[in-house]
C-alpha cells in the first residue's frame, strides 16, 4: 500500500513571503498522480495543484508551485506571496494512475496547519 | 456548474442507531467516492463507485455500506452507530473512473453519543 508522509504538522508564514511545505510518499508504481488539497476552516476541500508522475516539468497555478523529485519521491509545496486567505491545513495526497480493476482511491497524509501571520 | 452536495450537513445520532448520508455529484461526474476523516485516523478512503457498481472498497468494518443510482447520485449508510464512528464524511466526484482530479463536496458531520 502506498504511503503518504507529512513531517510538519505546523508551519507559519507571513504575508507576502513564500513558505515550502514537505511531503514524501512511498510506491512501488511507475504511474500515478500527486496532488496538493487545501481545507480552510469550513472543511471543504479545495484542489490546489496536481502532478503527473510521468510529467519531469513541475506544476505551477499561480502562486502555487510543487518541487517533484520522483526518484526521491518527494513532492513539496511552494507558496509564494502568502496571503490570509492562505490559512488552512494542507494535504497531501497519492492515486495510482495504473489498473482500473484496482480502483482510484486517493492517499492522504496527515496534513500540515499553515499559520499567515499579518 | 454547481458543485458536490451532500446532505445532511450535521447530524446527531445515538449509538445502536444507522444514518444514511447523500451525496450528489457533480452535473456530467459519473464517478463518486466516501472518504471520512476524524482527527486521530485523519482521511481514510471508505468507497468507490461508479456506473451503480462499487469498484473498491477501503478497510471498514460491514457497518460501512454504499450505493450508487442511476443518475450518479449517491448514498452511504453505517449501521449500529459507534461512538467512534463520530467524523467528517466527504464525498467526491469525478468526471469518470480514471479521471484524474477529484472535487470534494462540504462533507456532513456525524456525530454519535
Known amino acids: 500500500a502506498q504511503t503518504v508522509t507529512q513531517s510538519q504538522p505546523e508551519m507559519s508564514v507571513q504575508e507576502a513571503e513564500t513558505v515550502t511545505l514537505s511531503c514524501t510518499y512511498d510506491t512501488s508504481e511507475s504511474d500515478y498522480y500527486l496532488f496538493w488539497y487545501k481545507q480552510p476552516p469550513s472543511r471543504q476541500m479545495i484542489l490546489v495543484i496536481r502532478?503527473?508522475?510521468?510529467?519531469?516539468q513541475n506544476a505551477t497555478e499561480n502562486r502555487f508551485s510543487v518541487n517533484f523529485q520522483k526518484a526521491a519521491k518527494s513532492f513539496s509545496l511552494k507558496i509564494s506571496d502568502s496571503q490570509l486567505g492562505d490559512a488552512a491545513m494542507y494535504f497531501c495526497a497519492y492515486r495510482s494512475a495504473g489498473s482500473s480493476n484496482s480502483g482510484y482511491a486517493l492517499n492522504f497524509g496527515k496534513g500540515t496547519s499553515l499559520l499567515v501571520t499579518p | 456548474k454547481a458543485g458536490v452536495t451532500q446532505t445532511p450537513r450535521y447530524l446527531i445520532k445515538t449509538r445502536g442507531q444507522q444514518v444514511t448520508l447523500s451525496c450528489s455529484p457533480i452535473s456530467g461526474h459519473r464517478s463518486v467516492s466516501w472518504y471520512q476523516q476524524t482527527p486521530g485516523q485523519g482521511l481514510q478512503f471508505l468507497f468507490e463507485y461508479f456506473s451503480e457498481t462499487q469498484r473498491n472498497k477501503g478497510n471498514f468494518p460491514g457497518r460501512f455500506s454504499g450505493r450508487q443510482f442511476s443518475n450518479s447520485r449517491s448514498e452511504m449508510n453505517v449501521s449500529t452507530l459507534e461512538l467512534g464512528d463520530s467524523a467528517l464524511y466527504l464525498c467526491?466526484?469525478?468526471?469518470?473512473?480514471?479521471?484524474?482530479?477529484?472535487?470534494f463536496g462540504p462533507g456532513t458531520r456525524l456525530t454519535v453519543l
Open positions: 502532478q503527473e508522475a510521468y510529467k519531469q
Open positions: 467526491a466526484s469525478s468526471l469518470d473512473v480514471g479521471y484524474a482530479e477529484q472535487f
